[in-house]
Structure formats: structure tokens, C-alpha cells
């Protein structure tokens, strides 16, 4: 029988462990502590320095929350409507009131489908840090007004031009 040969195997050079370099000094705390955790019970205060960790994870959280919400609400009228579609009406009275029933409930559908998009929109904003910062001119928004309306991407002067314009352009 031929001798079994004996393989060296190489030992692998481990690598030191560096340090990421970050442009401000809370984020590599941040990175030390792990993710920011927050109450259910928190609320963003004017106090704090806007746009903290905090004050994105809160508004992160809210929106994934409106989403989920929302996507729950449209299949359930989805599916609900479906279900009554086996229900055709002999009375031309009753198929019109069905008929504006539907129309009215797929515009409220596509309404909410809109503003699903808008709120990806804004968790994307939060993903890029430019959440809470007006579109047009990048000032602060406020947290007044993100809590009020957290996919808000302008300041409320800049929102009112917006719709100026757009009233000008629906005249044309």
C-alpha cells in the first residue's frame, strides 16, 4: 500500500480589526453602544438636537407602523370587495349604489397605495439622512409638523409654494 501523505495546511493571517472612520463623533459612540433603542412611550422634544438617533429611529418606527397599517387595511378591503362581487342585483338602482360603492372604495385604495409610497419615500429619507430637512431649501422641517405629518418633505412655507404652483399650472 502507498503512504498516506501528510498535507500542511497554511495558517491564515487574521487580519486586525480597524476601527470605521466616521465624520462626527456620535456615530462612532453609536456604533459602540449598538442601535439606539427607544420606549413606546417616546416622544421627540424640541429640546433635544434635531434629527438625534433618537428622533430617526422614533420616526422610522411611527412610519413602519402607518405602512404595516395600511397595507393590512387595503387587503382587507381587497378582499373584502372581492367577495361581493357574486352579489349582481337585478334592480339597476341597487347595481349604480354598488357600482359608486366600489368606485369610491378603489379610490380610497389607491389613495392609501400613494401614500404607501410616499411613506418608503421617507423611510429612505431616514436611511440617507435627509429626513426631517426640507427638499427645497434644507432647512429644518420641525417636529411639529413631522408629527403631525411624518412624510412631510417640505417646510411649510416651501409646501405652500409648491401648492401656488401647482394651483398656477392647473389654471393653465
Not at 55 to 83: C, I, P, T
Not at 125 to 154: N, Q
Request: hydrophobic content about 35%; charged content about 35%; glycine content about 2%.
Amino acid at each position: 500500500m502507498p503512504k498516506a501523505s501528510k498535507v500542511k495546511k497554511k495558517a491564515k493571517k487574521i487580519k486586525p480589526i480597524t476601527k470605521v472612520k466616521s465624520k462626527n463623533l456620535t456615530n462612532t459612540k453609536e456604533l459602540a453602544k449598538g442601535p439606539i433603542k427607544i420606549s413606546k412611550t417616546y416622544v421627540p422634544k424640541e429640546t433635544e438636537k434635531y434629527m438625534c438617533e433618537k428622533h430617526k429611529v422614533f420616526f422610522r418606527m411611527k412610519l413602519q407602523e402607518w405602512k404595516k397599517d395600511l397595507v393590512k387595511s387595503n387587503n382587507e378591503a381587497l378582499y373584502n370587495g372581492s367577495m361581493d362581487d357574486n352579489s349582481i342585483s337585478a334592480d339597476i338602482v341597487d347595481q349604480a349604489s354598488s357600482y359608486t360603492d366600489k368606485n369610491v372604495e378603489m379610490k380610497a385604495i389607491n389613495r392609501q397605495i400613494k401614500l404607501i409610497s410616499e411613506i418608503d419615500k421617507a423611510l429612505a429619507r431616514i436611511r440617507e439622512d435627509t429626513y426631517g430637512y426640507c427638499l427645497d431649501t434644507a432647512e429644518p422641517i420641525g417636529l411639529k409638523r413631522l408629527m403631525a405629518r411624518p412624510v412631510a418633505k417640505y417646510t411649510i412655507a416651501a409646501q405652500e409654494k409648491h401648492e401656488k404652483n401647482e394651483k398656477v399650472h392647473a389654471d393653465d
